[in-house]
């Protein structure tokens, strides 16, 4: 689908929705996700039982933050405090479905020390070091999020004639503490506009050369 149409240059940048994007949670993350789910497989881990789940949740050297599921024309994901009372509820999680209604506690998102060690190269497990590894593990369910309700977005440039040039996909809105996938996208579709424009040039200009050869030899 074409949300956006840009001109630059003479030449255009469409923005696409990506209709069949990869899933981040194939990259290399930092939090692991272990969800459980009667209708859908979602996050990392599947087969945990929420027993399991919430021994997970009682480890003295685990970082975790709760996941829940908005189903509703759509699927949104999000995360709140890791309270050991209150974390499994499902009511006030979406402003859109304040009862909960539609509303599930699906998992969890987790890392452990050993991983917070290695991501952030440290001994020690300092307040300051919580602080960046929660924002981490927020970023991968908002990436995550963007995924399951189809927020993932391609460009295609065409030149002047409006023939194709060049498209990517796979891209994903800006957050915070995360990727700057979509600032990144726009200055990739304008490279390859550029590149085009210089070929051209550099076409023309050898064109140029060659009919002003061709004179000097009349």
Sequence with gaps: MLCETIDYKG????????????????????GTMTCRHRDYHLGDVHDQSAEDIIELTKRD?????????????????????????????????????????????????????ETIRKEYNVKKITPAVKKKAYALLECEVKTYSDYLEGAVCGYMTKDENDEH??????????????????????????????????????????????????????
């Design 11 to 30: 030449c255009t940048i469409e923005v696409h929705s990506d209709d069949d994007p990869e899933s981040p949670r194939t990259w290399s993350n930092f």
């Design 61 to 113: 050297d685990v970082l975790w933050l709760p996941l829940y599921l908005l189903d509703h024309s759509g699927l949104w994901m999000k995360t709140g405090t890791p309270d050991a009372d209150t974390w499994t509820t499902r009511g006030d999680r979406f402003v859109c479905d304040s009862q909960g209604w539609d509303t599930s506690t699906v998992g969890i998102i987790y890392a452990t020390f």
């Design 165 to 218: 040039l060049d498209s990517c996909w796979g891209y994903y809105p800006e957050h915070e503490q995360g990727r700057e996938d979509y600032h990144y996208m726009m200055e990739e579709a304008r490279s390859s506009i550029d590149h085009h424009l210089e070929q051209k040039a550099k076409a023309q200009a050898e064109q140029n050369a060659n009919d002003q050869q061709a004179l000097q030899l009349l």
